[in-house]
């Protein structure tokens, strides 16, 4: 089955502002925490501007779908439910084509990022075209912090970024460089927002991090780096820069 649309809006958002951003959060298998998590966000942020929420939930089996639905009866949800899994590029790319506002907010749903951070990103949108956050004292496995921390600054060694969390999965992006970035992101599987970073920033955008909170997962360890992947992962992630560095040394500069 493909994936379903859903656009829901309660009752009482019928005469809701145009959206000044749009809250953008993947989701698998997180029913325990999912309602949560967004409404930690739309407490925070959509109660002082207005926003939009889009939900890319990709072929849960443990009821994150019934539960977004749920609580779209409540919230301003946009939903993209699906029964098969297609990845969290795949994912994500979906969720940022039905983006209607000037700005993009992303995070991760698992829990991990604390929702006022936000205003710290937002306080750089005019001077910045994205902005992402650096997380502090992160809270993930030891080999997972040295696995990225050799590939973030392998990354930063091929590709100059004035950045050192490339990947991160908390940031605020203009929508125009939504557009003309995203859907040339196809290489590194494993590392979507590292391709989204590394290709604005060789387009001529202005890039920026400021330092964020990082927590604990909300319901126990990642289900998407085990460790019996992480030897693909990492073959894989080298390669991918391998042929990122290549088709990028023949580009030219905005």
Known sequence: MAAQYLQMHPPENKQRNEAQVSILLPAHNEVNTIQG???GFYNEIGTKIPVEIIVT???STDGTKEALIELAKKLPIKLVLGEERKGYMKGVKD??????????FFSDSDGQHVPSDFWKLYAKRNDYDLVVGRKIKRRDPPHRI????VFHLLVGFLFKLPIRDPDTAYRLIRREVVEDV???ANILNYSFWTEFTVRAFRKGYKVAEVP???QDRLDGPTRLYKSSKLIKIIFSQLAGLIRLQKELNGSVKR
């Open 212 to 214: 964020v909170v990082h």
């Open 182 to 184: 995203a859907d040339e």
């Open 37 to 39: 998590t967004i409404l």
């Open 146 to 149: 040295f696995i990225s921390t």
């Open 95 to 104: 969720g940022l084509k039905l983006v209607n506002s000037d700005y993009v």
């Open 57 to 59: 939930e990709d072929g």
